[in-house]
């Protein structure tokens, strides 16, 4: 039996991981049984390779070492976590996947999506997303979010300037007509109630096909 995955996407401050801590809540609340993970991470190796790739401190990191590490993280998490909870059935919903790479490393790094998709290929074969919402929200409103946000871990890609923020929501913008069966674009610049019933409603078709109903 196959199962379902699912990955969130957005820019900083789009309010991606409290929706996601929403839909876990939710999804316990009605006795669905999902996996909720993260990349880059999920598991230890992933989560130490997050580390590097994330400290504030390595200003010298290439962009294309940025983009392998990122995919070694994926490949990673991919083995060890999604694709046996997938091969059991399970349904996976997983903060970050692919799309990240494209457009952060390819696009607002200018490595191209091309080139990243092949790395991506290598790493992940056809493990892609049966479904993707991606909360869109401006750069400057998202990094205002941010900053606001004292609890938050600020990282060194959230450091980047706001003209790089602006080219990974294009890149996203990109990705949508790209892919536009697989990915829901949400505006995410509304209240989390309004935005958590939009992603209820984008996910409801999925869960159904899936005999269970959200
Ligand atoms: P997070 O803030 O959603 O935990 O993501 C960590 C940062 O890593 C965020 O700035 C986006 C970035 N990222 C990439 O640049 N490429 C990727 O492939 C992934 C998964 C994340």
Same mark, same amino acid.
């Given at each position: &039996? /196959?199962?379902?995955?699912?990955?969130?996407?957005?820019?900083?401050?789009?309010?991606?991981?409290?929706?996601? $801590?929403?839909?876990?809540?939710?999804?316990?609340?009605?006795?669905?049984? =999902?996996?909720?993970? +993260?990349?880059?991470?999920?598991?230890?190796?992933?989560?130490?390779?997050?580390?590097?790739? @994330?400290? $504030?401190?390595?200003?010298? &990191? %290439? !962009?294309?070492? $940025?983009?392998?590490?990122?995919?070694?993280?994926? +490949?990673?998490?991919?083995?060890? /976590?999604?694709?046996?909870?997938?091969?059991?059935?399970?349904?996976?919903? =997983?903060?970050?996947?692919?799309?990240?790479?494209?457009?952060?490393?390819?696009?607002?790094?200018?490595?191209? &999506?091309?080139?990243? &998709?092949?790395?991506?290929? *290598?790493?992940? !074969?056809?493990?892609?997303? %049966?479904?993707?919402?991606?909360?869109?929200?401006?750069?400057?409103?998202?990094?205002?979010?941010?900053?606001?946000?004292?609890?938050?871990?600020?990282?060194?890609?959230?450091?980047?300037? @706001? %003209?790089?923020?602006?080219?990974?929501?294009?890149?996203?913008? @990109?990705?949508? /007509?790209?892919?536009?069966?697989?990915?829901?674009?949400?505006? #995410?610049?509304? %209240?989390?109630? $309004?935005?958590?019933? #939009?992603?209820?409603?984008?996910?409801? !078709?999925? *869960?159904?096909?899936?005999?269970?109903?959200?």
């Amino acid at each position: &039996m /196959k199962g379902l995955f699912i990955t969130f996407e957005g820019p900083e401050g789009a309010g991606k991981t409290t929706i996601v $801590e929403a839909l876990k809540r939710y999804t316990e609340a009605n006795g669905i049984s =999902c996996i909720y993970t +993260r990349e880059p991470g999920g598991i230890s190796i992933s989560e130490q390779i997050r580390d590097i790739i @994330l400290k $504030e401190e390595n200003t010298l &990191m %290439d !962009g294309k070492t $940025e983009a392998l590490l990122f995919a070694a993280s994926r +490949r990673q998490h991919l083995v060890e /976590k999604v694709i046996p909870a997938l091969k059991s059935g399970k349904i996976v919903v =997983c903060d970050r996947f692919i799309d990240s790479s494209l457009v952060y490393q390819g696009y607002a790094r200018n490595l191209t &999506m091309e080139s990243v &998709m092949r790395v991506n290929s *290598f790493a992940i !074969g056809e493990y892609m997303p %049966d479904i993707t919402i991606y909360l869109d929200i401006d750069p400057e409103l998202g990094l205002s979010r941010i900053s606001k946000n004292t609890g938050r871990e600020i990282n060194r890609l959230d450091l980047e300037t @706001l %003209d790089f923020h602006k080219k990974v929501r294009e890149g996203y913008k @990109l990705l949508i /007509k790209e892919f536009p069966d697989r990915i829901i674009e949400i505006d #995410a610049s509304k %209240d989390m109630e $309004e935005v958590f019933e #939009a992603v209820l409603t984008a996910l409801r !078709g999925s *869960f159904k096909e899936f005999g269970l109903s959200l």
